[in-house]
């Protein structure tokens, strides 16, 4: 199970961020963010599971336990699977409705993160986010 959004929240990304100066540092941070994730198991590696609008090619899985919902990602990208772990950091191990009134869009600017990603990095992003809130609303 990831320690996303349980033992590492978007405070603790959001601080460990603050202490580089340059974005270079940063996106080291988030690779290794991203080398974090427990890999998935081939056999999610499906259609069903894959997000599309990704230019990498990007996997996300969902169970519920005790009314929180858990998600799995992988990618074949590192800083993809970096940006999978901010975003889980998020929304993993949270309830649908915390997940649905989570800004979103806030956490991204106090990163600072979409500006120093190229569009199409960006709308995978979004298209990753999209796919969880959808899981929730679901629910």
Not at 7 to 13: A, P, R, V
Not at 39 to 50: A, G, I, L, S
Not at 58 to 74: C, I, M, N, P, Q
Request: proline share 2%; glycine share 6%; aromatic share 10%.
């Amino acid at each position: 199970m990831s320690q996303f959004g349980t033992d590492i929240t978007t405070d603790d990304i959001l601080e460990s961020l603050s202490f580089f100066d340059s974005w270079e540092d940063r996106y080291k941070y988030i690779i290794d963010l991203g080398r974090e994730l427990p890999p998935m198991d081939e056999q999610h590696r499906t259609e069903q599971n894959f997000v599309r609008g990704c230019q990498s090619q990007v996997w996300l899985t969902s169970r519920e336990e005790g009314g929180k919902l858990y998600f799995d990602a992988d990618s074949d990208a590192f800083i993809v699977k970096g940006l999978l772990a901010v975003v889980l950091a998020a929304y993993n191990g949270k309830s649908p409705e915390a997940i649905l009134a989570f800004d979103i869009e806030d956490y991204f600017s106090r990163l600072n993160l979409l500006k120093h990603l190229s569009v199409t990095r960006g709308n995978g992003l979004r298209a990753m986010v999209k796919r969880i809130k959808d899981t929730a609303e679901a629910r």
